[in-house]
Protein backbone atom coordinates (compact mmCIF):
# COMPACT_ATOMS: atom_id res chain seq x y z
CA UNK A 1 0.00 0.00 0.00
CA UNK A 2 1.69 3.29 -0.91
CA UNK A 3 0.13 6.09 1.63
CA UNK A 4 0.02 9.99 0.57
CA UNK A 5 -0.17 12.88 3.11
CA UNK A 6 -3.07 14.95 1.83
CA UNK A 7 -2.18 18.76 0.71
CA UNK A 8 -3.76 20.91 3.63
CA UNK A 9 -3.42 24.57 3.04
CA UNK A 10 -1.89 26.81 5.44
CA UNK A 11 -0.98 23.43 7.79
CA UNK A 12 1.01 20.86 5.42
CA UNK A 13 3.80 23.21 4.69
CA UNK A 14 7.75 22.15 4.40
CA UNK A 15 8.08 22.82 8.24
CA UNK A 16 5.20 20.67 8.59
CA UNK A 17 6.39 17.99 6.46
CA UNK A 18 10.03 17.80 7.87
CA UNK A 19 8.62 16.97 11.47
CA UNK A 20 5.94 14.65 10.18
CA UNK A 21 8.37 12.66 8.66
CA UNK A 22 10.99 12.82 11.26
CA UNK A 23 8.82 11.53 13.78
CA UNK A 24 6.53 8.88 11.46
CA UNK A 25 8.74 8.20 8.47
CA UNK A 26 5.59 5.71 6.81
CA UNK A 27 4.52 8.47 4.26
CA UNK A 28 5.25 7.35 0.63
CA UNK A 29 4.72 10.44 -1.02
CA UNK A 30 3.49 14.17 0.28
CA UNK A 31 1.79 16.67 -1.74
CA UNK A 32 2.60 20.12 -1.36
CA UNK A 33 -0.47 22.71 -0.79
CA UNK A 34 -1.82 24.20 -4.31
CA UNK A 35 0.56 27.08 -5.75
CA UNK A 36 -1.44 29.12 -7.58
CA UNK A 37 -0.07 29.62 -11.06
CA UNK A 38 0.54 32.65 -13.17
CA UNK A 39 1.72 33.38 -16.93
CA UNK A 40 4.92 34.10 -15.51
CA UNK A 41 5.52 31.39 -13.59
CA UNK A 42 6.91 33.39 -10.47
CA UNK A 43 6.93 31.33 -7.37
CA UNK A 44 5.75 33.32 -4.06
CA UNK A 45 8.42 33.01 -1.54
CA UNK A 46 6.21 30.74 0.29
CA UNK A 47 5.44 28.38 -2.47
CA UNK A 48 9.74 28.45 -3.39
CA UNK A 49 10.51 27.56 -0.10
CA UNK A 50 8.15 24.67 -0.24
CA UNK A 51 9.32 23.47 -3.12
CA UNK A 52 13.33 24.22 -2.52
CA UNK A 53 14.94 20.53 -3.05
CA UNK A 54 16.85 21.48 0.29
CA UNK A 55 13.60 21.74 2.25
CA UNK A 56 12.50 18.34 1.17
CA UNK A 57 15.29 16.17 1.64
CA UNK A 58 14.69 12.49 1.46
CA UNK A 59 10.91 12.82 0.57
CA UNK A 60 8.93 11.91 -2.38
CA UNK A 61 7.15 15.51 -3.20
CA UNK A 62 4.68 16.50 -5.68
CA UNK A 63 3.96 20.08 -6.05
CA UNK A 64 0.11 20.75 -6.55
CA UNK A 65 -0.79 23.67 -9.28
CA UNK A 66 -4.20 24.96 -9.27
CA UNK A 67 -5.61 27.37 -12.29
CA UNK A 68 -7.74 26.62 -14.98
CA UNK A 69 -5.41 28.07 -17.88
CA UNK A 70 -2.59 25.80 -19.69
CA UNK A 71 -0.22 28.60 -20.53
CA UNK A 72 0.36 29.07 -16.64
CA UNK A 73 0.20 25.54 -15.84
CA UNK A 74 2.60 24.95 -18.41
CA UNK A 75 4.67 27.96 -17.33
CA UNK A 76 4.99 27.22 -13.87
CA UNK A 77 5.98 23.55 -14.77
CA UNK A 78 8.91 24.88 -16.63
CA UNK A 79 9.69 26.71 -12.98
CA UNK A 80 9.40 23.42 -11.14
CA UNK A 81 11.66 21.45 -14.01
CA UNK A 82 14.24 23.77 -13.05
CA UNK A 83 14.23 22.48 -9.39
CA UNK A 84 13.87 18.75 -10.65
CA UNK A 85 10.15 18.15 -10.28
CA UNK A 86 9.04 15.39 -12.72
CA UNK A 87 5.78 14.79 -11.73
CA UNK A 88 2.86 17.98 -10.99
CA UNK A 89 -0.56 17.35 -9.28
CA UNK A 90 -3.42 19.06 -10.66
CA UNK A 91 -5.88 20.86 -8.52
CA UNK A 92 -9.59 20.16 -9.03
CA UNK A 93 -10.71 19.95 -5.59
CA UNK A 94 -10.55 23.10 -3.78
CA UNK A 95 -14.23 23.75 -2.77
CA UNK A 96 -13.24 27.68 -1.35
CA UNK A 97 -15.46 30.52 -2.29
CA UNK A 98 -12.74 32.24 -3.61
CA UNK A 99 -11.47 29.67 -5.69
CA UNK A 100 -14.40 28.16 -7.17
CA UNK A 101 -15.86 31.57 -8.52
CA UNK A 102 -12.62 32.13 -10.66
CA UNK A 103 -13.92 28.74 -12.09
CA UNK A 104 -10.45 27.26 -10.34
CA UNK A 105 -9.98 23.93 -7.95
CA UNK A 106 -13.75 22.13 -7.71
CA UNK A 107 -15.23 25.08 -9.69
CA UNK A 108 -13.46 24.15 -12.74
CA UNK A 109 -15.73 20.85 -12.71
CA UNK A 110 -18.37 23.56 -13.41
CA UNK A 111 -16.81 23.54 -17.31
CA UNK A 112 -16.20 20.21 -18.99
CA UNK A 113 -15.58 21.89 -22.06
CA UNK A 114 -12.83 23.86 -21.14
CA UNK A 115 -11.19 21.57 -18.65
CA UNK A 116 -11.54 19.18 -21.90
CA UNK A 117 -9.79 22.06 -23.70
CA UNK A 118 -7.10 22.78 -21.30
CA UNK A 119 -5.96 18.80 -20.13
CA UNK A 120 -5.48 18.63 -24.36
CA UNK A 121 -3.36 21.47 -24.45
CA UNK A 122 -1.24 20.82 -21.14
CA UNK A 123 -0.62 17.27 -21.90
CA UNK A 124 0.30 18.16 -25.58
CA UNK A 125 2.88 20.34 -24.57
CA UNK A 126 4.05 18.75 -20.93
CA UNK A 127 7.19 17.21 -19.87
CA UNK A 128 5.95 16.04 -16.80
CA UNK A 129 3.73 13.32 -15.65
CA UNK A 130 0.48 14.53 -14.95
CA UNK A 131 -2.01 13.50 -12.18
CA UNK A 132 -5.26 15.21 -10.98
CA UNK A 133 -6.94 15.56 -7.73
CA UNK A 134 -10.67 15.72 -8.46
CA UNK A 135 -13.83 16.52 -6.40
CA UNK A 136 -16.88 14.29 -8.34
CA UNK A 137 -18.52 17.62 -9.05
CA UNK A 138 -19.89 20.97 -8.35
CA UNK A 139 -23.58 19.93 -7.34
CA UNK A 140 -23.95 16.55 -8.07
CA UNK A 141 -22.21 13.27 -8.29
CA UNK A 142 -24.12 12.60 -11.79
CA UNK A 143 -21.68 14.79 -12.82
CA UNK A 144 -18.60 12.52 -12.65
CA UNK A 145 -19.44 10.71 -15.43
CA UNK A 146 -19.19 13.18 -18.10
CA UNK A 147 -15.45 14.18 -15.81
CA UNK A 148 -14.77 10.54 -15.88
CA UNK A 149 -14.66 10.63 -19.38
CA UNK A 150 -12.56 13.69 -20.17
CA UNK A 151 -9.69 12.00 -17.75
CA UNK A 152 -10.26 9.18 -19.75
CA UNK A 153 -9.02 10.44 -22.74
CA UNK A 154 -5.56 11.51 -21.19
CA UNK A 155 -2.47 9.34 -20.02
CA UNK A 156 -2.90 10.63 -16.30
CA UNK A 157 0.32 9.31 -13.80
CA UNK A 158 -2.89 8.92 -11.50
CA UNK A 159 -6.50 10.21 -10.47
CA UNK A 160 -6.95 11.01 -6.73
CA UNK A 161 -10.30 10.88 -5.88
CA UNK A 162 -12.02 12.81 -3.16
CA UNK A 163 -15.73 11.98 -4.01
CA UNK A 164 -17.23 14.92 -2.35
CA UNK A 165 -18.90 17.29 -4.41
CA UNK A 166 -17.92 20.99 -4.12
CA UNK A 167 -21.07 21.79 -2.20
CA UNK A 168 -20.24 19.52 0.11
CA UNK A 169 -17.38 21.01 1.22
CA UNK A 170 -16.29 18.76 4.24
CA UNK A 171 -19.72 18.18 5.18
CA UNK A 172 -21.84 14.48 4.57
CA UNK A 173 -19.56 11.54 3.82
CA UNK A 174 -18.03 10.62 0.92
CA UNK A 175 -19.78 9.27 -2.28
CA UNK A 176 -18.65 5.62 -2.33
CA UNK A 177 -21.23 4.93 -5.25
CA UNK A 178 -19.79 7.15 -7.51
CA UNK A 179 -16.00 6.49 -6.14
CA UNK A 180 -17.10 2.76 -7.42
CA UNK A 181 -17.83 4.25 -10.86
CA UNK A 182 -14.47 5.52 -10.74
CA UNK A 183 -12.77 2.27 -9.66
CA UNK A 184 -15.32 0.52 -12.54
CA UNK A 185 -14.68 2.74 -15.74
CA UNK A 186 -11.62 4.97 -14.85
CA UNK A 187 -8.12 4.36 -16.88
CA UNK A 188 -5.67 6.08 -14.76
CA UNK A 189 -4.59 4.30 -11.32
CA UNK A 190 -6.41 5.12 -8.99
CA UNK A 191 -5.59 6.75 -5.68
CA UNK A 192 -8.60 7.02 -3.08
CA UNK A 193 -8.80 10.21 -0.76
CA UNK A 194 -11.54 11.00 2.01
CA UNK A 195 -12.21 10.45 5.44
CA UNK A 196 -10.16 7.60 5.94
CA UNK A 197 -9.28 8.75 10.16
CA UNK A 198 -8.30 5.61 12.01
CA UNK A 199 -7.88 1.79 11.46
CA UNK A 200 -11.05 1.10 11.33
CA UNK A 201 -12.28 3.23 8.47
CA UNK A 202 -8.91 2.21 6.78
CA UNK A 203 -10.36 -1.37 7.05
CA UNK A 204 -13.81 -0.57 6.07
CA UNK A 205 -12.30 0.91 3.00
CA UNK A 206 -10.23 -2.22 2.43
CA UNK A 207 -12.59 -4.66 2.69
CA UNK A 208 -14.84 -2.80 0.32
CA UNK A 209 -12.27 -2.23 -2.60
CA UNK A 210 -9.58 -4.65 -1.54
CA UNK A 211 -7.69 -4.00 -5.13
CA UNK A 212 -6.65 -0.40 -3.61
CA UNK A 213 -3.19 0.12 -3.62
CA UNK A 214 -3.03 4.08 -2.90
CA UNK A 215 -4.80 6.10 -0.26
CA UNK A 216 -4.41 9.75 0.75
CA UNK A 217 -4.71 11.08 3.74
CA UNK A 218 -5.42 14.38 5.24
CA UNK A 219 -7.02 15.24 8.64
CA UNK A 220 -6.66 11.48 9.47
CA UNK A 221 -2.48 12.49 9.89
CA UNK A 222 -3.49 15.72 11.96
CA UNK A 223 -5.59 13.88 14.29
CA UNK A 224 -3.19 11.24 14.78
CA UNK A 225 0.19 11.47 12.90
CA UNK A 226 0.77 8.01 13.52
CA UNK A 227 -1.82 6.87 11.63
CA UNK A 228 0.41 5.72 8.49
CA UNK A 229 2.64 3.68 10.76
CA UNK A 230 -0.59 1.97 12.43
CA UNK A 231 -1.99 0.93 8.54
CA UNK A 232 1.26 -0.51 8.33
CA UNK A 233 1.29 -2.80 10.86
CA UNK A 234 2.98 -0.37 13.08
CA UNK A 235 2.01 0.09 17.29
CA UNK A 236 0.09 3.11 18.15
CA UNK A 237 2.11 6.15 18.03
CA UNK A 238 3.35 6.49 22.44
CA UNK A 239 2.11 9.82 24.07
CA UNK A 240 6.04 10.94 24.03
CA UNK A 241 6.32 10.58 19.96
CA UNK A 242 3.11 12.53 19.71
CA UNK A 243 5.12 14.60 22.39
CA UNK A 244 8.05 15.04 20.27
CA UNK A 245 6.34 15.96 17.03
CA UNK A 246 4.99 18.45 19.45
CA UNK A 247 8.14 19.76 20.29
CA UNK A 248 9.79 19.33 16.71
CA UNK A 249 6.68 21.43 15.61
CA UNK A 250 6.89 24.53 17.64
CA UNK A 251 10.56 24.70 17.79
CA UNK A 252 11.08 24.70 14.06
CA UNK A 253 7.60 27.34 13.80
CA UNK A 254 9.35 29.27 16.68
CA UNK A 255 12.76 29.68 14.55
CA UNK A 256 10.91 30.31 11.22
CA UNK A 257 7.57 32.31 11.91
CA UNK A 258 7.72 35.90 12.24
CA UNK A 259 6.51 36.46 15.40
CA UNK A 260 4.81 35.06 18.25
CA UNK A 261 1.33 35.43 17.13
CA UNK A 262 1.90 33.41 13.97
CA UNK A 263 3.89 30.85 16.15
CA UNK A 264 0.66 30.45 18.08
CA UNK A 265 -1.97 30.81 15.19
CA UNK A 266 -0.09 27.69 13.83
CA UNK A 267 0.29 25.60 16.70
CA UNK A 268 -3.04 26.16 17.81
CA UNK A 269 -3.74 24.86 14.49
CA UNK A 270 -2.09 21.61 14.82
CA UNK A 271 -4.31 21.26 18.08
CA UNK A 272 -7.58 21.57 16.60
CA UNK A 273 -6.63 18.38 15.10
CA UNK A 274 -4.51 16.96 17.70
CA UNK A 275 -6.24 17.00 21.06
CA UNK A 276 -9.05 14.90 19.44
CA UNK A 277 -7.44 12.21 20.51
CA UNK A 278 -6.45 12.70 23.80
CA UNK A 279 -8.56 11.61 27.06
CA UNK A 280 -10.23 14.74 28.70
CA UNK A 281 -9.03 17.09 26.38
CA UNK A 282 -12.00 19.94 26.42
CA UNK A 283 -10.55 22.07 29.34
CA UNK A 284 -6.80 21.94 27.95
CA UNK A 285 -7.79 22.58 24.40
CA UNK A 286 -9.48 25.97 25.88
CA UNK A 287 -6.65 27.22 26.99
CA UNK A 288 -4.48 26.05 24.42
CA UNK A 289 -7.32 28.26 22.30
CA UNK A 290 -7.23 30.95 24.48
CA UNK A 291 -3.61 31.87 24.93
CA UNK A 292 -2.45 35.05 23.51
CA UNK A 293 1.26 34.79 24.67
CA UNK A 294 3.52 31.08 24.57
CA UNK A 295 4.64 30.61 28.56
CA UNK A 296 0.85 30.43 28.42
CA UNK A 297 0.53 28.09 25.65
CA UNK A 298 3.22 25.64 27.01
CA UNK A 299 1.88 25.61 30.30
CA UNK A 300 -1.32 24.52 29.04
CA UNK A 301 0.48 21.99 26.71
CA UNK A 302 2.46 20.50 29.71
CA UNK A 303 -0.33 20.38 32.02
CA UNK A 304 -2.26 18.20 28.79
CA UNK A 305 0.67 15.91 28.42
CA UNK A 306 1.34 15.22 32.33
CA UNK A 307 -2.44 14.72 32.92
CA UNK A 308 -3.92 12.78 29.93
CA UNK A 309 -3.10 9.79 27.99
CA UNK A 310 -3.19 9.84 23.87
CA UNK A 311 -5.57 6.93 22.82
CA UNK A 312 -5.59 6.31 19.13
C1 LIG B 1 -7.28 22.99 5.98
C2 LIG B 1 -7.32 22.22 4.70
C3 LIG B 1 -6.59 22.68 3.60
C4 LIG B 1 -6.63 21.97 2.38
N1 LIG B 1 -5.85 22.40 1.32
C5 LIG B 1 -5.82 21.66 0.17
C6 LIG B 1 -4.95 21.99 -0.92
O1 LIG B 1 -4.16 22.94 -0.88
N2 LIG B 1 -5.03 21.22 -2.04
C7 LIG B 1 -5.87 20.13 -2.13
O2 LIG B 1 -5.89 19.45 -3.16
N3 LIG B 1 -6.67 19.79 -1.11
C8 LIG B 1 -6.65 20.51 0.03
N4 LIG B 1 -7.43 20.10 1.07
C9 LIG B 1 -8.19 18.84 0.95
C10 LIG B 1 -7.38 17.62 1.46
O3 LIG B 1 -6.22 17.45 0.69
C11 LIG B 1 -8.23 16.33 1.38
O4 LIG B 1 -8.62 16.14 0.05
C12 LIG B 1 -9.48 16.42 2.26
O5 LIG B 1 -9.16 16.89 3.55
C13 LIG B 1 -10.16 15.05 2.37
O6 LIG B 1 -9.28 14.10 2.88
P1 LIG B 1 -9.30 13.65 4.44
O7 LIG B 1 -10.70 13.27 4.76
O8 LIG B 1 -8.32 12.52 4.53
O9 LIG B 1 -8.87 14.86 5.23
C14 LIG B 1 -7.42 20.79 2.28
C15 LIG B 1 -8.15 20.36 3.39
C16 LIG B 1 -8.10 21.03 4.59
C17 LIG B 1 -8.90 20.51 5.76
Known sequence: MELYYAPMEGITG???????????????????????????GKLSTKEKNDILPDHNKGMYVIPQILTNQADCFLAVERTL????????NLNLGCPSKTVVTKYRGSGF???PEELDHFLE??????????SLKTRIGVEDGEEF???????????????????????DYYRNHPNMEWYTYAVEHGKAPLCYNGDITDVTSYKTFMKAYPDTIKVMIGRGLLVNPGLAGMLKGKAAPSKEQIREYHDRMYEVYREHMPGDRVVLFKMKELWYYLAQHFTDSAKYAKKIRKAERLPVYESAVNALFAEQDFVS
Open 121 to 130: EVFARTECEI
Open 145 to 167: ERLLEIYNKYPLKELIVHPRTQK
Open 109 to 111: LAK
Open 81 to 88: REYGYTEL
Open 14 to 40: YLHRNVSRAVFPDIDKYMTPFIAANQK
